[in-house]
């Protein structure tokens, strides 16, 4: 059982950087592809980012493509997802997940433990 906890949510300003972390309890953290995905009100819940177990790859969501960067730790058990340039339009609460699968999935159903969430707010 992977228990995940995300941190480093706030309200930030247009234009503004936020890095979010994402600490495992998980002893095998580095058997696991990790994600980020994010959900705002009345939307279903998003791909953003994907890492590779060994972090030697990794996916994007087109909408963060150039302003999002998704890194890991192996050492520390922990994932981050360092976001530059943010837009009032990325405001939502973002969750980490953890996949047993060899490959970077976008699909939510291919991540079977997730963090509580963490909420992400950026002004105009």
């Known amino acids: 059982q992977v228990q995940l906890v995300e941190s480093g949510g706030g309200l930030v300003q247009s234009g503004d950087s936020l890095r979010l972390s994402c600490a495992a309890s998980?002893?095998?953290?580095?058997?696991?592809?990790m994600g980020w995905f994010c959900q705002a009100p009345g939307k279903e819940r998003e791909f953003v980012a994907g890492?590779?177990?060994?972090?030697?790859?990794?996916v994007y969501a087109d909408s963060v493509k150039g302003r999002f960067t998704i890194s890991r730790d192996n050492a520390k058990n922990t994932v981050y997802l360092q976001m530059n340039s943010l837009k009032p339009e990325d405001s939502a609460v973002y969750y980490c997940?953890?996949?047993?699968?060899?490959?970077?999935?976008?699909?939510?159903?291919?991540?079977?433990?997730w963090g509580q969430g963490t909420q992400v707010t950026v002004s105009s």
């Open positions: 997940a953890a996949s047993p699968y060899r490959g970077i999935y976008t699909a939510r159903s291919k991540y079977g433990y």
């Open positions: 998980e002893r095998t953290f580095s058997n696991y592809v």
């Open positions: 890492i590779s177990s060994s972090g030697d790859s990794t």
